[in-house]
């Protein structure tokens, strides 16, 4: 006698995509970033109604998961995952080689708020930018990166935001700010600046290194901009989007760096190991 349950696709879609909205923070705050229906999306999550191709690829695309699997046994789909990883380096494992590497070189990136400018991949006349929250905790430099998809000023209830938690490295006066992105995909991103390419104090310039919605590694030119301690950072936040180029809030030095060519980083990175500055004992 075969006591399996029968394939339910209807109830297998609704406890997937319910899990999938507990992990991202709340339903509420995904049918924002969706832009869909509260009302509509309960239907989903009752299993009384499943979405067209469309509605499923939107938000199979938010979640940076193929369509099938959200029609998996959800005791499968529910199996507690290993521990996230940065490109194959567990968390506790990225920590301790930040902890090993800031005894030998301490960042020194300065603690408080930042607007990251970067390159709009999908028009060169614009760029995205985003607010940045950089401070210490154990000893080690962490930070937070807020964005928001959608034009500075317009107001819209509903828009795609995104949010990464990471370290900040640093390596013969270079910063590297690796991160997670805690909303949606747990996508892994990099961003590499020096002083070399600064205009003035408050400016460092590099590159943003990320992954392209065909899934393939992209890279675009970045800005920092020091904007100052905690008590700005809701104004950053509020100030977070998409604008042109033009856009009279941008500081010249931003615009500059990302546009005229003798300023720009190159278009690849020198090649490093993480792994030559940490203490022998470390590497071994």
């Not at 996230?84 to 800031?102: D, E, K, R, T, W």
Request: glycine share 8%; aromatic share 8%; charged share 20%.
């Amino acid at each position: 006698m075969n006591d399996q349950a029968p394939f339910s696709p209807h109830k297998n879609f609704a406890e997937n995509l319910r899990a999938l909205c507990v992990r991202h923070g709340s339903i509420a705050a995904v049918c924002r970033a969706l832009g869909m229906n509260r009302q509509q999306f309960n239907k989903y999550l009752s299993g009384s109604t499943l979405p067209n191709v469309a509605t499923l690829e939107k938000i199979c695309g938010f979640f940076r998961i193929g369509s099938e699997s959200l029609f998996h046994d959800p005791s499968v789909f529910l199996k507690p995952k290993a521990e996230p990883v940065f490109g194959g380096l567990p968390l506790h494992g990225l920590s301790i080689a930040a902890n090993a590497l800031a005894a030998t070189q301490p960042t020194t990136l300065r603690t408080g708020c930042y607007q990251l400018y970067s390159l709009w991949p999908r028009d060169e006349g614009k760029c995205l930018r985003e607010a940045l929250f950089v401070h210490k905790t154990g000893g080690v430099t962490v930070f937070t990166r807020f964005t928001k998809y959608r034009a500075v000023g317009q107001r819209q209830n509903y828009y795609l935001s995104g949010r990464h938690d990471g370290v900040v490295l640093e390596q013969e006066k270079a910063h590297f700010l690796l991160s997670l992105k805690r909303k949606g995909c747990n996508e892994v991103s990099l961003v590499a600046i020096g002083p070399e390419n600064a205009l003035s104090q408050n400016f460092l310039s590099g590159l943003a290194l990320g992954m392209a919605p065909s899934g393939t590694p992209q890279a675009v030119r970045a800005t920092l901009q020091f904007r100052g301690c905690s008590d700005v950072l809701r104004r950053t936040i509020r100030e977070a989007g998409i604008l042109p180029l033009s856009d009279q809030s941008i500081p010249e030095e931003v615009r500059l760096s990302l546009t005229l060519p003798q300023r720009s980083p190159v278009a690849h990175l020198e090649a490093f190991s993480l792994l030559d500055a940490l203490p022998a004992a470390v590497r071994s």
